[in-house]
């Protein structure tokens, strides 16, 4: 009897094994919830290999960790158990090329009217539309998002509230080439600055330079997987870095660009490639015989790539690179996934702006992680240990705590950050600080600053999850006279680099007009029926100069419908 039972046991599990082989190869969007449930499980030790120095991941990769979850669901609490379950919904079709939980709305033979008062109501996943065979499948949803927010502060009072509505379709070809395409459209009424305000709207082009009362995003890629390789070509939300908050190379503050993507990770190694095209600084060309003004545009891209070695599955150890280069073509040096970028930039005669970054990770007791992670704007060796202004970086170490102190279902996140002066800026080419679009690729503390960031994620239930975070902010700012003219430059912006013969050289952290900047932030999510969300926010700015008593603060309320069927 036990002979069949283990026989049993071990063709299930390599039932299920080959069928995750055949799992979806698009990805799982990097601001899904299922990374930070991911996360819990690696610092309780139930997987391992768990990558997450680069989001997203596909979802093949994902619905292997759900796999590997579900066979440990004893070691869960209850309520990860029942996030589990949902998981399982969700990602049904990744696991066993099975739709028995899905609700497909044009693909029933009643009508849709009685169609959406079903399917609405049931604990399934929805779709508006879905098609497989052996070969193809289609996944077809529609979103919807309802908006409101209240703005108060020492410079804006105001209301905004807005009506965003779209679609999505992903889906693979004969198991080797994934797809997924994402596009949104919002009208809007009340403050456009009140929207400004929100760093995921305020990337969208329309609403910073058109007049019109209405805002779009996109993303969309094709991606080619063969055993541990994958290419992938288009856009999407990239995090790069292993920060527990704003994310120290590559953060969701900036602009989604469009890049070409390759992965391969076998065992304990993982290897990622990127090259993105971004928008430079924004100028205009003025044009007599029109007597109107043109945009001009610089072209401006960024290689970079990382490997990743899971020394034990306690210690993760990562080195990166990251050139940004400007005013030229597509340069075919950074277009190799297998170079060192310094030695190409070096080779083009030092005119690019060069990164080396090394981190760690490290669980020393289980439910805890450490990281460290440095990231150096250029490297000179003789003067390392030197207060020079030629050797910048920046630096953040943080700890992860899952179910501190007996609270079960409760994360806590500490993390510190520092920034030196005039890093991410370039002394050489403008165009070719660590930016898209004008605005930073990662953290947004900027250089000649420090930030203390601390978060706690509380799980009540499988449904309902309540964030809270506070940070403290010191920042030294550069020096302006009342007419807004540069008297003294201490490296307080990625735009103004270090002015050989003119400003002071060596360099003082946290020099200039001190500013001290407290933000609060609460968010909580609940989803009251199953991919129908409401969302509550609350924010509260508050940013004082050192020497001065006026301050500036806002705060900000907000709640949103969200709805993805």
Same mark, same amino acid.
């Given at each position: 009897?036990?002979?069949?039972?283990?026989?049993?046991?071990?063709?299930?599990?390599?039932?299920?094994?080959?069928?995750?082989?055949?799992?979806?190869?698009?990805?799982?969007?990097?601001?899904?919830?299922?990374?930070?449930?991911?996360?819990?499980?690696?610092?309780?030790?139930?997987?391992?290999?768990?990558?997450?120095?680069?989001?997203?991941?596909?979802?093949?990769?994902?619905?292997?960790?759900?796999?590997?979850?579900?066979?440990?669901?004893?070691?869960?609490?209850?309520?990860?158990?029942?996030?589990?379950?949902?998981?399982?919904?969700?990602?049904?079709?990744?696991?066993?090329?099975?739709?028995?939980?899905?609700?497909?709305?044009?693909?029933?033979?009643?009508?849709?009217?009685?169609?959406?008062?079903?399917?609405?109501?049931?604990?399934?996943?929805?779709?508006?539309?879905?098609?497989?065979?052996?070969?193809?499948?289609?996944?077809?949803?529609?979103?919807?998002?309802?908006?409101?927010?209240?703005?108060?502060?020492?410079?804006?009072?105001?209301?905004?509230?807005?009506?965003?509505?779209?679609?999505?379709?992903?889906?693979?070809?004969?198991?080797?080439?994934?797809?997924?395409?994402?596009?949104?459209?919002?009208?809007?009424?009340?403050?456009?600055?009140?929207?400004?305000?929100?760093?995921?709207?305020?990337?969208?082009?329309?609403?910073?330079?058109?007049?019109?009362?209405?805002?779009?995003?996109?993303?969309?890629?094709?991606?080619?997987?063969?055993?541990?390789?994958?290419?992938?070509?288009?856009?999407?939300?990239?995090?790069?870095?292993?920060?527990?908050?704003?994310?120290?190379?590559?953060?969701?503050?900036?602009?989604?660009?469009?890049?070409?993507?390759?992965?391969?990770?076998?065992?304990?190694?993982?290897?990622?490639?990127?090259?993105?095209?971004?928008?430079?600084?924004?100028?205009?060309?003025?044009?007599?015989?029109?007597?109107?003004?043109?945009?001009?545009?610089?072209?401006?891209?960024?290689?970079?790539?990382?490997?990743?070695?899971?020394?034990?599955?306690?210690?993760?150890?990562?080195?990166?690179? +990251?050139? =940004?280069?400007?005013?030229?073509?597509?340069? !075919?040096?950074?277009? /190799?996934?297998?170079?060192? #970028? $310094?030695?190409? *930039?070096?080779?083009?005669?030092?005119?690019?702006?060069?990164?080396?970054?090394?981190?760690?990770?490290?669980?020393?007791?289980?439910?805890?992680?450490?990281?460290?992670?440095?990231?150096?704007?250029?490297?000179?060796?003789?003067?390392?240990?030197?207060?020079?202004?030629?050797?910048?970086?920046? +630096?953040? =170490?943080?700890?992860?705590?899952?179910?501190? !102190?007996?609270?079960? /279902?409760?994360?806590?996140? #500490? $993390?510190?950050? *520092?920034?030196?002066?005039?890093?991410?800026?370039?002394?050489?080419?403008?165009?070719?600080?660590?930016?898209?679009?004008?605005?930073?690729?990662?953290?947004?503390?900027?250089?000649?600053?420090?930030?203390?960031?601390?978060?706690?994620?509380?799980?009540?239930?499988?449904?309902?999850?309540?964030?809270?975070?506070?940070?403290?902010?010191?920042?030294?700012?550069?020096?302006?006279?009342?007419?807004?003219?540069?008297?003294?430059?201490?490296?307080?912006?990625?735009?103004?680099?270090?002015?050989?013969?003119?400003?002071?050289?060596?360099?003082?952290?946290?020099?200039?007009?001190?500013?001290?900047?407290?933000?609060?932030?609460?968010?909580?999510?609940?989803?009251?029926?199953?991919?129908?969300?409401?969302?509550?926010?609350?924010?509260?700015?508050?940013?004082?100069?050192?020497?001065?008593?006026?301050?500036?603060?806002?705060?900000?309320?907000?709640?949103?419908?969200?709805?993805?069927?």
């Amino acid at each position: 009897m036990k002979i069949i039972k283990k026989f049993s046991f071990v063709l299930i599990s390599n039932l299920i094994t080959i069928q995750i082989l055949f799992a979806q190869i698009e990805n799982v969007p990097a601001t899904h919830s299922v990374y930070s449930f991911l996360k819990r499980m690696e610092l309780k030790g139930i997987i391992e290999n768990y990558y997450d120095g680069v989001l997203p991941l596909s979802r093949k990769q994902i619905a292997n960790f759900i796999s590997v979850i579900s066979e440990n669901r004893n070691e869960l609490t209850k309520v990860e158990s029942k996030i589990l379950d949902d998981l399982l919904i969700e990602f049904e079709y990744d696991l066993k090329s099975t739709t028995q939980n899905s609700f497909n709305l044009f693909g029933r033979n009643y009508d849709v009217v009685s169609g959406l008062v079903r399917g609405t109501f049931q604990d399934r996943e929805k779709h508006l539309y879905v098609f497989r065979d052996n070969n193809i499948n289609l996944f077809f949803d529609g979103l919807l998002n309802f908006d409101f927010r209240r703005f108060t502060g020492s410079q804006l009072t105001d209301n905004a509230s807005f009506i965003e509505g779209g679609f999505r379709f992903r889906g693979s070809i004969y198991n080797k080439v994934g797809y997924y395409l994402l596009l949104t459209n919002a009208q809007f009424w009340g403050s456009r600055d009140v929207l400004k305000m929100d760093k995921r709207i305020k990337q969208s082009f329309a609403l910073s330079t058109l007049e019109t009362k209405n805002f779009d995003f996109l993303e969309g890629y094709a991606k080619y997987q063969t055993g541990p390789i994958s290419l992938q070509i288009g856009r999407e939300r990239i995090l790069w870095g292993r920060s527990y908050g704003d994310k120290l190379l590559i953060s969701d503050y900036a602009r989604i660009f469009d890049a070409i993507r390759t992965d391969f990770e076998y065992k304990f190694l993982k290897y990622t490639f990127l090259h993105g095209w971004l928008n430079g600084r924004k100028s205009y060309s003025y044009i007599p015989e029109y007597n109107n003004y043109e945009p001009v545009a610089v072209d401006k891209f960024v290689a970079a790539h990382r490997l990743d070695i899971a020394f034990t599955k306690y210690l993760q150890f990562g080195i990166q690179e +990251f050139e =940004i280069y400007s005013n030229r073509s597509v340069d !075919l040096g950074y277009l /190799n996934p297998i170079s060192f #970028f $310094e030695s190409v *930039q070096r080779a083009r005669g030092e005119r690019d702006n060069g990164f080396l970054g090394f981190d760690i990770k490290i669980q020393p007791f289980k439910n805890l992680e450490l990281h460290a992670d440095m990231f150096f704007d250029d490297i000179e060796i003789p003067m390392l240990g030197k207060n020079r202004w030629d050797n910048k970086y920046a +630096f953040q =170490i943080g700890l992860f705590a899952v179910d501190p !102190l007996f609270f079960k /279902n409760l994360d806590f996140m #500490f $993390e510190y950050t *520092q920034v030196d002066p005039y890093m991410f800026s370039h002394n050489r080419s403008l165009e070719n600080s660590f930016a898209n679009d004008d605005v930073l690729l990662g953290t947004q503390i900027g250089p000649n600053a420090l930030s203390w960031y601390f978060k706690i994620n509380s799980y009540i239930t499988n449904r309902l999850t309540i964030s809270a975070s506070y940070e403290l902010q010191r920042s030294g700012e550069n020096e302006y006279d009342s007419n807004g003219i540069l008297i003294r430059n201490v490296g307080g912006d990625f735009r103004i680099p270090l002015r050989m013969n003119i400003d002071q050289i060596p360099t003082k952290f946290l020099d200039g007009k001190i500013c001290h900047t407290q933000i609060i932030q609460f968010f909580t999510t609940y989803e009251f029926i199953n991919e129908f969300y409401l969302d509550f926010r609350y924010k509260r700015f508050e940013s004082k100069f050192k020497d001065l008593s006026n301050k500036t603060f806002y705060h900000d309320f907000g709640m949103t419908l969200r709805i993805d069927f």
